[in-house]
């Protein structure tokens, strides 16, 4: 007992909480908890870990090893100073020891310390911080706190250029590893380099270990009553077996019969399904699906926010909105009125609830199931690929210029072949000539009945502007062009003597002294005048009433051409189907266009009026049609504001449908020179489309719209009554219903009229209107 005293002298007390910090601390008066066994259990286990760290031999800055006390302990025992075990007043016993007793204790100590067998594996961590993360340290400036509750500062981390000088000079810095539980580096011995490559190596770390090592049977068995595992194999089992070579002639002979037909792989399926008659009905397609495919039922409908048993008030629909409810149709009713409770206790059964199952159950019973497929299509994929508008100019773009004059509405509007002059006709009974540069009224003629349609003359050889008036057609001379034009304009009016009627005609040539030209009188009103493009011949349409015995009132109507130099008329030696809207002379052949409500016809006048197309719309009502310079494009105008686009030589269905108009389309035309189409409507707005045609026949036309003009206002429920594009520059004239005229100026300068007429603007547009006054 005298040597266990004076041993615990220099050893710590470790308590049952610090023994995995290895905490320690000292203990007063220690001999007197002796007596306890379980302290004195712990008293040997603390001897124990302080011999293994005096046999590490490891010195610290913040904690003195024991073995430095020890060493010096005669100078601590002597001097009475407080060494690394701090001993109290009340501790009589260490005192009365005396000096001998401390030379025998630091003997025993140092006995201990050469018997002890601890290694580098068992080295006591110089961190006393514990298992505490060290993510808790990462921001301070200490690492944890020591025995006397002092910060553990952290060394100071080197610069990476001072690690780089370091690493430089130092050759053996790649065995360095930095510790960060003990804040130091650490340098591996050959030992620890050779256990790591042959770890990384796949071996184990020791080289002394044999994995292959003999086995050995530490167990006997005395009598064997089972055989061994280990037996031979039998020689039948490395012989062909008989049995199955039969079994396999026998398939093989049944796959030759083509009794067994062998699994083909998924290639040769996928082949045989690409492969199929392209000339055979598609009937024959399905018989392979003709078995019955499982399609799963559709799941019911989930309660949404509205079926809320406390919805906010302002989803409660009111007692006026529940009563206009019951007056809608059943498909338009909501099938659920959301209703407000004060908990869920108040909830009343639904009322719905066997009605719904019920109909549900007649769905899944009687309702067939199809399988829709649906197409993931972009959107955007969808639309047309157009180009840039600013790359499709010149086109009409804005207001240029106005002429006022008429006091109605204008009703027509054309322009002389040069595309210096126009004519407008109006309901106020007058013709007026303009000049399109400036503006100025060059003619007024007083027709005496309201002006119904103006054409010029396409022939540039001649002056004459044919105008609809009631029952006439008025062939004038408006006194424009040189004085060899005028003359022979005169000699191609001049009438002798009136024409007498023959059985084949009711239409009468009649010298007009008034106006100075040519009255054609018809029996009956004439709705349109067309003009053929060498000038020479004139087709009107006139409307014929018809009364049947029954007295009803049924609309007939007839064309009539008309031969200018011969002042012969004759009507079409074929039989008009339907009721005649307008009618158009192909622009290069000897065709001949007549359109019904429905449908258009082409007949060829050479061959007697042989009928050549037949073009579907599929329109309401036809109101007007144009056809290309080409020839072999038509775009037809329709009451219900639709426009379609006719390739003659692709089909005789519309190739192009647009629904452009809110009301009706009241004319259609196209530019002679540039690829440009427009047409006008009672909605008061005129469109203007770049219309391209190809000269390559596998290539389709190309539709663009370009520009919405406005300008014109409603009267009497009309608006932009007729449209004409001029013959060489990207201009388009309107007339209206308002009895306004308008040109786009695009510089908004009166003094540059003139130079903004050139080929580098984009529009002149013509609004006729119906003030006195005319201005420039």
Request: aromatic content about 8%.
């Amino acid at each position: 007992v005298p040597a266990l005293r004076s041993r615990l002298r220099s050893v710590a007390f470790l308590s049952p909480s610090s023994l995995g910090a290895s905490k320690f601390i000292s203990l007063p008066k220690f001999e007197s908890r002796l007596c306890h066994w379980e302290t004195f259990y712990w008293v040997l286990y603390a001897m124990r870990i302080k011999d293994m760290s005096d046999g590490e031999g490891s010195d610290s800055e913040d904690y003195p090893s024991i073995r430095d006390s020890d060493s010096e302990g005669e100078e601590s025992d002597s001097s009475g100073d407080e060494g690394v075990i701090n001993t109290s007043d009340n501790d009589g016993a260490a005192s009365d020891s005396g000096d001998d007793d401390d030379e025998s204790d630091s003997s025993e100590l140092g006995e201990g310390v050469e018997e002890s067998d601890s290694s580098e594996d068992e080295v006591v961590p110089r961190n006393t911080v514990g298992d505490v993360p060290l993510e808790w340290y990462r921001d301070e400036k200490h690492i944890g706190y020591d025995i006397k509750g002092k910060k553990i500062k952290k060394k100071e981390k080197e610069d990476k250029l001072q690690s780089f000088l370091a690493s430089a000079d130092d050759s053996k810095n790649w065995r360095k590893i930095y510790d960060e539980y003990n804040d130091e580096e650490v340098e591996l011995t050959k030992e620890d380099i050779k256990s790591i490559s042959r770890l990384l190596e796949g071996k184990a770390p020791h080289g002394d270990f044999d994995p292959y090592a003999p086995y050995v049977d530490w167990f006997k068995w005395d009598d064997s009553k089972h055989p061994l595992s280990n037996a031979p194999e039998p020689k039948r089992r490395f012989i062909p077996s008989k049995s199955e070579s039969k079994l396999v002639n026998k398939i093989k002979l049944a796959i030759r019969k083509g009794l067994i037909k062998p699994k083909k792989s998924k290639e040769e399926e996928e082949d045989e399904e690409s492969v199929y008659p392209l000339w055979e009905d598609d009937s024959n397609s399905t018989e392979k699906n003709n078995h019955l495919t499982y399609i799963p039922a559709p799941k019911p409908k989930l309660p949404g926010h509205e079926e809320s048993f406390n919805p906010s008030l302002e989803y409660i629909p009111t007692q006026e909105e529940v009563n206009s409810y019951q007056l809608m149709y059943e498909e338009d009713r909501p099938k659920f009125i959301p209703k407000r409770f004060a908990n869920m206790r108040s909830i009343p059964a639904y009322e719905n609830a066997v009605k719904e199952c019920f109909e549900r159950c007649l769905d899944l019973y009687l309702c067939p199931r199809v399988r829709k497929k649906r197409l993931n299509i972009d959107p955007e994929s969808l639309k047309p690929k157009l180009p840039s508008r600013t790359e499709l100019k010149p086109y009409p773009v804005a207001c240029y210029l106005e002429y006022r004059g008429h006091e109605d509405a204008v009703t027509s509007v054309s322009v002389e072949a040069s595309g210096q002059w126009i004519a407008s006709g109006s309901l106020d009974g007058t013709l007026r000539i303009w000049e399109v540069e400036t503006g100025r009224c060059v003619k007024i003629c007083d027709i005496g009945e309201a002006v119904k349609y103006v054409a010029w003359n396409p022939n540039p050889e001649h002056s004459i502007v044919a105008v609809s008036a009631g029952q006439d057609i008025l062939l004038l001379n408006p006194g424009c062009g040189t004085e060899e034009v005028q003359k022979r304009t005169k000699e191609l009016l001049s009438v002798e003597m009136p024409m007498p009627d023959d059985s084949a005609s009711s239409v009468s040539w009649l010298h007009d002294d008034k106006l100075e030209g040519i009255r054609l009188r018809h029996s009956k009103t004439v709705a349109s005048v067309e003009w053929h493009r060498k000038g020479d011949y004139l087709s009107t349409l006139v409307i014929i009433s018809l009364v049947f015995l029954t007295l009803a009132l049924r609309e007939s109507r007839a064309i009539f051409i008309h031969k200018l130099s011969k002042k012969f008329t004759q009507t079409l030696s074929f039989k008009l189907h339907g009721v005649a809207v307008t009618s158009v002379f192909h622009p290069t052949r000897s065709f001949f266009f007549i359109s019904t409500k429905k449908i258009i016809r082409v007949y060829d006048l050479v061959k007697d009026g042989k009928l050549v197309k037949k073009l579907e719309t599929g329109l309401r009502e036809v109101s007007s049609i144009a056809v290309h310079p080409s020839g072999d494009h038509i775009i037809v105008g329709s009451r219900e504001g639709k426009l379609c686009w006719f390739d003659m030589d692709l089909s005789s269905k519309p190739y192009k449908t647009l629904k452009l108009h809110q009301k009706d389309i009241n004319n259609v035309s196209f530019h002679r020179l540039y690829p440009l189409f427009a047409t006008c409507s009672d909605d008061c707005t005129a469109y203007v489309f770049h219309g391209m045609v190809y000269s390559d026949l596998n290539q389709n036309p190309l539709i663009v719209p370009l520009e919405i003009l406005r300008g014109h206002t409603s009267s009497n429920g009309r608006g932009v009554l007729d449209c004409k594009f001029h013959p060489r520059q990207p201009w388009l004239f309107t007339s209206g219903a308002d009895s306004v005229h308008h040109i786009p100026d695009p510089l908004h300068h009166r003094s540059t009229i003139l130079s903004a007429l050139g080929p580098n603007y984009a529009l002149t547009v013509l609004f006729l209107g119906t003030h006195t006054r005319t201005s420039q």
